[in-house]
């Protein structure tokens, strides 16, 4: 009885460890300026460009979130200026798969 106590605890704490850690939540992004970070951004005012035929120009990102997912899924608020020169805050949720070298933009609106 007692060994199957400790094999039941040894297989439930790495699960319960897993749900507490929010796994799948939302983290904010620390370091907006990271390469990766940067190149998910400018990537999603290139392809609303394309999508919407605007002439978005990047500015940087004001702040942003991550998820883990099948890769992972960013959330950025990013700012841009737009053909007369005005900057304006636009939200932006890209995916990206590193291993199938996918990026996708789910969104892009004005915030």
């Not at 702040?63 to 099948?70: N, T």
């Not at 992972?72 to 053909?83: E, P, Q």
Request: with cysteine.
């Amino acid at each position: 009885m007692m060994k199957s106590l400790v094999c039941l605890s040894l297989i439930l704490l790495p699960l319960i460890a897993v749900v507490e850690g929010n796994l799948g939540g939302w983290k904010k992004i620390d370091n907006l300026s990271d390469p990766n970070v940067v190149s998910l951004a400018k990537y999603a005012v290139d392809e609303h460009n394309k999508q919407s035929k605007a002439n978005l120009v990047f500015v940087k990102i004001v702040e942003g979130k991550e998820q883990v997912i099948s890769g992972k899924k960013y959330d950025l608020k990013i700012a841009a200026k737009d053909g007369g020169g005005v900057t304006k805050n636009y939200e932006a949720v890209v995916v990206e798969r590193v291993w199938a070298h996918y990026r996708s933009l789910e969104s892009f609106k004005a915030v």
